[in-house]
């Protein structure tokens, strides 16, 4: 049995990867991507980000989203869809131009709109805002806070609502929250706000880009969850992004740690009763997101360059069978 056989036994609704566009060329990547007894569910990791969706005002273009979205319905991998909003990845002409907030609001919903339009049904999730907290959960400064204030994050989930599958859960998604810190209680206590005023929420994905030394623990994790799966939010959570980085070189020492550290972040979900399900953020390290953005860094995946897999493959494999 493959990684999300294993965590569908163990009582998960799937285990997934991210893929991009740049690999569907990769045939050997692909078969590895659509084996459905390891990824039972697929994110794309740019193809529904808005520059590339809506490249022109009102000008949509869903080409990279399908790229993905579509052979994965096709293949039965569930679909967690990324992102509506957030502060990057964004196309000139909405950086560029100086907005009012009126028409940034209307520009957010006709995006929202659209996109959910078109991906009705297709999502077991969307990940309707990503990262709007700095990690002192103060909210970062980017456009869509200069422009509307605080409350363009319920105003996307209020439009996300409207316009998506009645089904799809919508989740808010951040990295540094898998741990109890101010980032973390600034996302309760805004998830708090929304139930008070009946914003519709329905999850948080905890990103877990971890770095072998620095992860979170396994009751980091259990504790950041409970601050949302108990009373009174209730809300599901997931992990969304799940990679383990190391310095290079990779050692056999730190490949052994970065498994126990996938292998403690994996048991925490599994251990979770509202923990939904776990997503490596690619699986394939020549392709992962790391070493572009942490220089020195890398590795972070479960499968080698020589696509062989890692330790931490079947470590994951060992949590999700005990
Ligand atoms: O589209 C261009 C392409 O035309 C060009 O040939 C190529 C040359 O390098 O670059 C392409 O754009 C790249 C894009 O990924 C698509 O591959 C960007 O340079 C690159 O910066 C971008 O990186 C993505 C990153 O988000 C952007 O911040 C990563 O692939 C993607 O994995 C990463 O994903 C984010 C999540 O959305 C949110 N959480 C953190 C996570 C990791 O940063």
Redesign the pocket.
């Known amino acids: 049995p493959g990684l999300d056989d294993l965590a569908k036994e163990a009582g998960l609704l799937y285990f997934g990867t991210?893929i991009?566009n740049?690999s569907l060329n990769n045939t050997k990547y692909l078969s590895i991507a659509h084996n459905t007894s390891d990824f039972g569910q697929i994110t794309p990791?740019?193809g529904q980000k808005w520059m590339y969706i809506e490249p022109a005002r009102n000008v949509f273009n869903y080409s990279m989203g399908d790229a993905i979205i579509k052979p994965a319905k096709k293949n039965g991998q569930m679909r967690r869809c990324?992102?509506f909003l957030w502060h990057?990845?964004l196309p000139d002409w909405l950086t560029k131009t100086n907005y009012t907030k009126t028409e940034l609001i209307k520009i957010l919903e006709n995006h929202i709109k659209n996109e959910a339009t078109h991906y009705k049904n297709d999502c077991y999730a969307w990940d309707v805002v990503?990262?709007a907290f700095n990690d002192d959960g103060t909210y970062r400064k980017d456009l869509w806070l200069d422009t509307i204030g605080p409350e363009y994050i319920p105003l996307a989930f209020k439009f996300a609502r409207k316009y998506v599958g009645r089904e799809t859960k919508l989740y808010y998604n951040d990295?540094g929250i898998e741990r109890v810190n101010n980032k973390s209680l600034a996302v309760q206590a805004m998830v708090q706000k929304f139930l008070n005023e009946d914003i519709p929420i329905d999850g948080v994905g905890f990103?877990a880009?971890f770095t072998v030394g620095r992860a979170p623990t396994y009751d980091d994790l259990r504790n950041s969850m409970k601050l949302f799966t108990t009373k009174p939010l209730e809300l599901e959570v997931a992990l969304t992004?799940l990679d383990v980085r190391i310095q290079l070189p990779g050692t056999e020492e730190k490949l052994k740690a970065q498994a126990d550290v996938y292998g403690a972040s994996v048991k925490a979900c599994m251990d979770e009763e509202e923990c939904v399900g776990v997503t490596v953020?690619d699986f394939w390290d020549p392709v992962s997101?790391v070493p572009?953005?942490f220089p020195g860094y890398g590795d972070a995946c479960l499968w080698d360059k020589e696509y062989k897999r890692k330790p931490a493959y079947f470590k994951i494999a060992e949590v999700l069978s005990a």
Do not use: G, L
């Open positions: 991210a991009d740049i990791s740019n990324h992102t990057n990845q990503n990262e990295y990103q880009h992004e953020w997101w572009d953005t």
